[in-house]
Protein backbone atom coordinates (compact mmCIF):
# COMPACT_ATOMS: atom_id res chain seq x y z
CA UNK A 1 0.00 0.00 0.00
CA UNK A 2 1.34 3.25 -1.13
CA UNK A 3 0.90 6.78 1.66
CA UNK A 4 -0.38 9.40 -0.59
CA UNK A 5 3.24 10.65 -1.00
CA UNK A 6 3.88 7.30 -2.59
CA UNK A 7 1.26 7.40 -4.83
CA UNK A 8 2.17 11.18 -6.17
CA UNK A 9 5.87 10.01 -6.98
CA UNK A 10 5.07 7.05 -8.25
CA UNK A 11 2.18 8.87 -10.80
CA UNK A 12 4.66 11.66 -11.24
CA UNK A 13 7.57 8.54 -12.39
CA UNK A 14 4.93 6.98 -14.60
CA UNK A 15 4.66 10.02 -16.86
CA UNK A 16 8.36 10.16 -17.24
CA UNK A 17 8.89 6.61 -17.85
CA UNK A 18 5.81 6.64 -20.75
CA UNK A 19 7.76 9.46 -22.15
CA UNK A 20 10.91 7.41 -22.38
CA UNK A 21 9.39 4.42 -23.96
CA UNK A 22 7.83 6.81 -26.32
CA UNK A 23 11.32 8.52 -27.30
CA UNK A 24 13.33 5.34 -27.21
CA UNK A 25 10.92 3.59 -29.25
CA UNK A 26 10.79 6.82 -32.07
CA UNK A 27 14.53 6.81 -31.95
CA UNK A 28 14.62 2.79 -32.63
CA UNK A 29 12.01 1.95 -34.09
CA UNK A 30 9.15 -0.38 -33.06
CA UNK A 31 10.43 -3.59 -33.64
CA UNK A 32 14.41 -2.37 -32.40
CA UNK A 33 12.70 -1.07 -29.14
CA UNK A 34 10.66 -4.77 -28.76
CA UNK A 35 13.98 -6.02 -29.15
CA UNK A 36 15.48 -4.12 -26.26
CA UNK A 37 13.09 -4.96 -24.31
CA UNK A 38 12.72 -8.50 -24.53
CA UNK A 39 16.97 -8.61 -23.83
CA UNK A 40 16.01 -6.76 -20.93
CA UNK A 41 13.63 -8.73 -19.59
CA UNK A 42 15.86 -11.95 -20.44
CA UNK A 43 18.45 -9.86 -17.63
CA UNK A 44 16.37 -9.42 -15.31
CA UNK A 45 14.87 -13.06 -15.49
CA UNK A 46 15.97 -15.10 -12.55
CA UNK A 47 16.90 -17.62 -14.94
CA UNK A 48 19.72 -15.32 -15.84
CA UNK A 49 20.74 -14.28 -12.38
CA UNK A 50 21.09 -17.84 -11.71
CA UNK A 51 23.34 -18.47 -14.56
CA UNK A 52 25.83 -15.46 -13.82
CA UNK A 53 25.84 -16.11 -10.19
CA UNK A 54 26.67 -20.04 -11.83
CA UNK A 55 28.92 -18.80 -15.00
CA UNK A 56 26.63 -21.12 -16.90
CA UNK A 57 24.81 -20.09 -19.97
CA UNK A 58 21.50 -18.88 -19.57
CA UNK A 59 18.80 -19.48 -21.54
CA UNK A 60 17.31 -16.38 -23.44
CA UNK A 61 14.36 -15.48 -25.72
CA UNK A 62 16.61 -13.48 -27.63
CA UNK A 63 19.18 -16.02 -28.23
CA UNK A 64 17.98 -16.98 -31.44
CA UNK A 65 16.80 -13.32 -33.17
CA UNK A 66 19.23 -11.11 -35.23
CA UNK A 67 20.13 -7.99 -33.61
Avoid at 35 to 49: T, Y
Amino acid sequence: MLTPLGKARYQQAYVVWVEANRRVEATLGAAAAEKLRSLADDVASPDFLDAYVSGAKPPSSTESSEC
